[in-house]
């Protein structure tokens, strides 16, 4: 999920749909998981989006830890609250984040933002935010690996796969590989969202092509301590 920088209500409503998945709700015990959350920790979701693993990182550090969901979008941003958890929810950016120096313990952005080259005002805050001992977990699409990143590669073919890993490994993150997928529970929503993530062109072209409610999805996982 790349190309959206803002997001209207209909296009987050889609995008909640998407999260839903069981493919997904796996993925995020996955990512759960390796972040390793401990009670009491303040954690950080950029471009949190509708706030699913951030609801769930919010159990995870009770007692006495809060869960800050940052999102640019006020739709997105509804639809955060709409989880009920106990979220901190804000408006503001990557470039602009609305908290203090030295004040988070976990860092996750997934599908927000951090790309590779670019989002150097992103780390910059991550440098003024991040407490020493903290660390950064950063998820984007692999366009090396699966269908999902054979579509990427066609959608955004500006995006070189090896800048992006010179990119990240030169600033000192680390690169995990894992496997998820899509399976929607109709062929119509499948449509929707692959017409959200890329052009009408590659859109239409990759659904011609491909049959069924079911995308294999490869991602990329960067972490790196602060
Ligand atoms: C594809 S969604 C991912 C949502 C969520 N991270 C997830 O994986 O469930 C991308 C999110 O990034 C947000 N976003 C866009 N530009 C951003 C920026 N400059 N800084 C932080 N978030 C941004 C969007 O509003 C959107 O909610």
């Not at 493919?23 to 009670?39: D, F, G, K, N, W």
């Not at 269908?147 to 993150?173: K, L």
């Not at 995990?176 to 959200?196: H, K, N, Q, Y």
Request: charged share 25%.
């Amino acid at each position: 999920m790349t190309k959206m920088l803002r997001f209207d209500a209909e296009a987050a409503r889609k995008t909640e749909a998407a999260y839903t998945t069981p493919e997904l709700v796996a993925q995020r015990r996955e990512v759960l998981r390796l972040l390793a959350l401990q009670p009491g920790e303040s954690v950080l979701d950029i471009g949190a989006g509708p706030g699913f693993l951030a609801a769930e990182m919010a159990a995870a550090i009770e007692p006495g830890g809060r869960v800050f969901a940052v999102d640019p979008s006020e739709s997105m941003r509804e639809l955060a609250r709409s989880r009920g958890a106990a979220l901190e929810i804000r408006s503001g950016s990557a470039e602009a984040l609305p908290l203090p120096d030295d004040s988070v313990d976990v860092m996750h952005a997934r599908w927000a933002y951090f790309f590779g080259p670019g989002c150097e005002p992103g780390l910059a805050e991550l440098d003024r935010v991040m407490r020493p001992g903290s660390r950064a977990f950063v998820i984007d699409n692999d366009p090396t690996r699966s269908t999902f990143g054979g579509w990427f590669r066609r959608g955004y073919p500006d995006i070189d796969p090896t800048a992006v890993e010179r990119f990240w490994s030169t600033q000192g993150w680390t690169r995990t590989p894992v496997d998820m997928g899509w399976r929607f529970s109709t062929r119509a929503d499948l449509e929707s969202v692959v017409r959200i993530e890329f052009d009408e062109a590659t859109a239409e072209a990759v659904l011609a092509e491909h049959e069924g409610v079911e995308v294999d999805y490869a991602v990329n996982l960067w972490s790196r301590g602060f």
